[in-house]
């Protein structure tokens, strides 16, 4: 499950390069008989090669954010959206002369997919990894409609009901990421998540828990909150988080899961652990729903989660997530923080929670330390 994402990422690449070739294959099976490529068909390439070839390029940088291979961060640099304005105007302009005199072998054709191969790396490079998830949602939905334009292309009915099908649902899919970010759907189209912002840098004092008195505490408690994120995943830790539940439960407590809507590297990532562990559904909740419970939580364990559970995205302006909804674990009565070390999110924001006053850090391994207190209670 760590590396799903990933693989996401590039299934969403090799649906756009696959309609990228579908089109650019349309052009050297016209009829002969019938001569030119009509102009119907003519645009229908040209739309297959542009999105399949943004879609191609950008997913590739998706998955080299996602496997850590460059930067997670976002990579700004002056005049970007001006450049990727230009690009996009190139592409249309370009498109519009193909469209009156297409050819496969012409250079205005290659100036095409050079052009879209190149807007698929400027388009994803100034988004960072906190977006990720709402990244791979809308790739997901532009390889579903560089199908559609391969399809007609190439006049497959198949082709098209199926790309069609994709990309309203990656559309839709990626709205309601947007609206969990508290981002328009314009932000993510126009590469608006690229904005310059340097966190006010976090200073305190950290304080440590070890697992004997984070059992004491727990066994006292009458509801306890987890919150997983991608901490959990690479731990493998949902067996034993939803074994750690039974047995809270067993003592009386109340058992919850808070679910944020983009926490992990893709959507549904944290359901789809828990869903393999058996978790009952109905202790999954959104954030708009635990958020005004969460006065009430004794303890929140927040299990390998970090930007999901950022106080500065509420309070910080100048933070790079600011706005962004999180679940506000802060309130609960007191935390637990389960993490390896104190290094930063994948968004590269430093979290004030760590920090809190009735937040303790349990250092190490999530599956072992939840063992840990596995082995405390029995």
Known sequence: MTSMPGMVALFNGSGGIASLL???????????????????????????VMIGGVTFSGSIIAWAKLAEVMPSKAIVFAAQRVINGA???????????FALDPAPDTHLFYAILGLALLLGVMAVIPIGGADMPV??????SYSGLAACAAGFAI?????????????????????????AMNRSLANVLFSGFGAVKTATKVE???????????????????????????????????????????????????????????AGRMPGHMNVLLAEANVPYDQLLESDDINPRMPNVDV?????????????????????????????????????VLKRSMASGFAGVDNPLFFGTNTRMLFGDAK???????????
């Not at 006049?155 to 609206?179: E, F, H, P, R």
Request: charged share 10%; aromatic share 6%; net charge negative.
């Open 87 to 97: 690009l996009l105007g190139g592409l249309v302009v370009c498109g519009v002369f």
């Open 368 to 378: 072992t330390s939840i063992s840990a207190l596995i082995a405390e209670f029995k």
């Open 135 to 140: 990244v791979i949602s809308l790739l997901n």
């Open 300 to 336: 929140a364990v927040v299990i390998g989660a970090n930007d999901v559970v950022n106080p500065a995205a509420r309070d910080d302006e100048a933070s790079p997530i600011y706005g962004m909804p999180i679940v506000n674990v802060d309130h609960a009565r007191t935390v637990f």
């Open 204 to 262: 305190g004092e950290v304080k440590s828990i070890v697992a004997e008195d984070a059992y004491l505490i727990l066994e006292a408690a009458s509801s306890v909150t987890f919150v997983p994120g991608y901490g959990m995943a690479v731990a493998q830790a949902q067996h034993v988080v939803r074994e750690l539940g039974g047995i809270l439960e067993a003592n009386g407590c109340e058992v919850s899961f808070a679910i944020h809507p983009v």
């Open 155 to 179: 006049n497959n009915n198949i082709l098209i009901v199926s790309g069609s099908l994709v990309g309203a649902a990656g559309i839709i899919l990626t709205n309601i990421m947007c609206k």
């Open 22 to 48: 579908v089109g650019w294959a349309a052009l050297f099976g016209a009829d002969p008989s019938v001569g030119a490529v009509t102009p119907f068909t003519a645009v229908t390439v040209f739309l297959s």
